[in-house]
């Protein structure tokens, strides 16, 4: 049921995205009178499709292979490569017959499709959920065997990587990674220290996920009713800081001590205001006392319908400038980050197990801009490679021909196959492992 659920979700998200970033070139294409030939979710294989109807000149259908979609437009050398077209005479209806700025806005139709319904995706997300993350401001970090390894440990306050101070705590790993960190500050105890980053673990942050959970403080909110403890003097507030004498600075650490204790009564040490007090507390045989414990710091934004419009843009800027810091590590071979490149087998790791409204959006949200910055990449085949050649025509007056187009299409699709192989080599990897 999980894998059906995931395997819907990826299906419709993908499909969205696709009839989205095709109607940019759609649109733009029939404006400027471009004929459009096809129009396809998916691609067809030798002109067998799963359904296909027609709706004026434009052939619109689904295809068997879930890579992606095209449009087929008419006087334009693309991964059809239909080159018999190109050596008849140009006709007015066709894409190489208009001037170059025209071409290039249906070119780049896809792309600010994309980034627009980002923005409409994320205005609606921040309207109805707002958004929340906890602070890093008095939050303390509970590393995991990478990051103790780099020279965190437990209980650590990260104050600052290099000259930026993060917010968000959920993004502590993320910081790490794209900004190139070389020192991070960090509180230990009472004392502020530098930790210097090596730049070789960069690889391995991107491929090690929980590497800063959260580290809680044993201070208590609330005694269980019906745990074990109710009525042992434990009040809101109070910090428990060791039991039978063991120190337990936090939840982490105290979970490894009580499992010892399974079972007994021990003795809690409880800070209290300026005091210490020594309460006996029942340890049950899951090495738990039945206690709810205090909650780190949330930040909650709220937003109304207008100021949710600015809100959507901001987090659209802010996915954009994080995803174009990601692909900068993919230029840096030592980083390792191509190893976390993957296919839409990784995509459905993704999503949730169970529907949720939110997390979905998110994703499709974040898959968006993914998207729309891909295609802007130059390289042939891609909507990057025909903006760079038309570009290159507008400044230079001088249209690239036919031939050249098509062995750069063919390169561009090489390229992409390339990186096709190396996605799914590292799907398979990874689910094997």
């Known amino acids: 049921m999980v894998v059906l659920v995931k395997t819907l979700q990826v299906i419709l998200a993908l499909s969205l995205l696709i009839i989205v970033h095709e109607l940019g070139h759609f649109m733009w294409a029939r404006i400027f009178g471009i004929k459009v030939e096809k129009f396809y979710i998916f691609f067809d294989v030798r002109g067998h499709a799963i359904a296909r109807w027609h709706w004026g000149e434009t052939e619109f259908g689904i295809g068997w292979i879930p890579f992606g979609g095209y449009c087929k437009i008419a006087g334009m050398v693309d991964e059809s490569m239909d080159l018999e077209q190109l050596k ?46 906890i602070s890093n401001k008095n939050a303390h970090i509970a590393p995991n065997e990478l990051a103790q390894e780099m020279g965190f440990r437990l209980g650590d306050h990260i104050i600052a990587f290099d000259d930026y101070e993060p917010q968000d705590f959920g993004m502590l790993q993320a910081d790490l990674a794209r900004r190139n960190v070389r020192t991070a500050s960090i509180l230990r105890d009472s004392d502020t220290l530098t ?15 929980g590497m800063f959970d959260l580290a809680l403080p044993f201070i208590i909110d609330s005694m269980r009713v019906d745990g074990p403890n109710a009525n042992c003097g434990i009040e809101a507030g109070d910090r428990i800081v060791a039991f039978d004498g063991t120190p337990v600075g936090y939840i982490q650490d105290a979970r ?7 079972s007994q009564t021990v003795s809690a040490s409880v800070l209290r205001g300026a005091d210490t007090l020594s309460v006996p507390v029942a340890v049950d045989s899951l090495g738990q006392i039945g206690v709810y414990l ?35 590590l993919l230029l840096r071979p ?37 998207l729309g910055i891909m295609n802007l990449l130059p390289i042939p085949a891609l909507d990057g490679g025909h903006i760079l050649f038309t570009l290159y025509e507008m400044i230079t007056r001088r249209k690239p021909g036919v031939k050249f187009l098509a062995v750069m299409q063919i390169i561009g699709m090489a390229l992409l196959f390339g990186l096709m192989i190396l996605a799914f080599g590292n799907d398979i990897g990874r689910l094997i492992h």
């Open 256 to 262: 490894q001590v009580l499992a010892g204790l399974s």
């Open 88 to 133: 008849k005479d140009p006709q007015p209806w066709e894409f190489r017959s208009k001037p170059a700025w025209q071409r290039l806005l249906v070119m780049a139709g896809g792309v600010l499709n994309n980034f627009i319904f980002a923005v409409v995706v994320y205005c609606l997300i921040a309207g109805i959920w707002g958004d929340a993350y």
């Open 294 to 328: 205090r909650m780190p710091e949330v930040v909650y934004l709220k937003y109304s319908a207008l100021e949710a419009i600015p809100a959507g843009v901001k987090l659209t800027g802010e996915t954009m400038s994080g995803y174009i810091k990601d692909l900068g």
């Open 334 to 370: 030592s980083s390792g980050a191509y190893k976390s490149v993957g296919s839409f087998i990784a995509i459905g790791q993704v999503f949730p197990s169970v529907w949720d409204w939110y997390r979905f959006l998110s994703i499709l949200a974040l898959l968006s801009v993914m």
């Open 195 to 209: 930790l210097y980053i090596d730049q070789s673990y960069i690889g391995d942050v991107l491929n090690s996920p």
